[in-house]
């Protein structure tokens, strides 16, 4: 069935389409050749489907974001736990999801929510799976793929065929290599690479670029220094003397509340440094 935008609502919908009656379309929604949208989907102002993409169960498609063809978004989870319960899916504003792009709602194991911020890129083949929570800003390269239960935080960069492990935390700002698996929790601002991926140091560059200054680059420097390549201690107690000694400036307190928060997985260190972590 066809769904006729009202006219005030400025929005264009190509005849192929095929749109439930109950979905919910924003104001200049432009819905491309052979797309078809769930009963429960809502597409708000100015979404644009290009063409041959499918929207299924509760899903939220938020402002201005663009989705390329063949892309199948909202469909229920690659999880034998999952029975059906309605859990959501919601994409934030100002996102480009790619070719072949994957993403699909939560579970009741979960929380019952899939989350994915504003200003995202997905690339082609992307794979984002239930109960993940993906931040703002987030770049995924072409066939990334997060398991289920993922965190990402802000501006984290996740290269091509990347595979992140269920129940990891991926700090904001970090950087993730191609063909990596993190199977552990990724720390903020830090870089990982590897088949079996170890901390490789911080993302220097990409801080540099998001303006973070000299000195609070030299004291992300100086903290990580303390905190994984001090042999000595644990990683709880050097955690401890870097919060007393340092400055409280609010990315060193990003990267300390990450690894002093609870976490389903151990952290993701350095190659061939077994350092303690409690």
């Not at 996102?95 to 997905?122: A, C, D, K, S």
């Not at 993922?150 to 904001?172: E, K, P």
């Amino acid at each position: 069935m066809i769904k006729k935008l009202h006219p005030s609502q400025k929005g264009e919908i190509h005849p192929t389409a095929c749109i439930s009656p109950q979905a919910q379309l924003g104001e200049r929604v432009y819905v491309g050749p052979f797309c078809v949208v769930g009963p429960d989907v809502v597409l708000e102002e100015d979404v644009t489907l290009v063409s041959h993409i499918c929207l299924e169960g509760r899903t939220t498609i938020g402002a201005r974001t663009k989705i390329y063809p063949f892309a199948s978004i909202g469909f229920p989870p690659q999880d034998l736990k999952y029975r059906g319960e309605p859990s959501e899916l919601h994409i934030g504003t100002d996102n480009v999801i790619r070719e072949y792009v994957t993403m699909q709602p939560g579970t009741e194991g979960g929380g019952m929510v899939t989350t994915i911020g504003n200003h995202g890129l997905f690339m082609a083949s992307v794979h984002v799976a239930h109960d993940c929570h993906v931040g703002d800003h987030v770049i995924m390269a072409n066939n990334a793929t997060l398991s289920g239960h993922v965190t990402i935080g802000d501006y984290a960069i996740i290269g091509g065929l990347a595979a992140v492990h269920q129940f990891v935390r991926v700090g904001a700002h970090a950087m993730i290599g191609g063909m990596s698996g993190i199977e552990r929790d990724l720390i903020p601002y830090g870089t990982a690479i590897g088949e079996r991926a170890s901390l490789t140091g911080l993302n220097i560059v990409g801080l540099k670029r998001r303006g973070y200054t000299r000195e609070e680059i030299q004291n992300l420097q100086a903290a990580y220094a303390q905190i994984f390549t001090i042999p000595s201690e644990t990683l709880e107690a050097r955690v401890k003397k870097v919060r007393a000694s340092f400055p409280q400036i609010p990315c060193l307190q990003e990267l300390l509340n990450f690894l002093e928060a609870p976490a389903q997985r151990s952290f993701c260190l350095p190659k061939g440094y077994p350092i303690p972590e409690s």
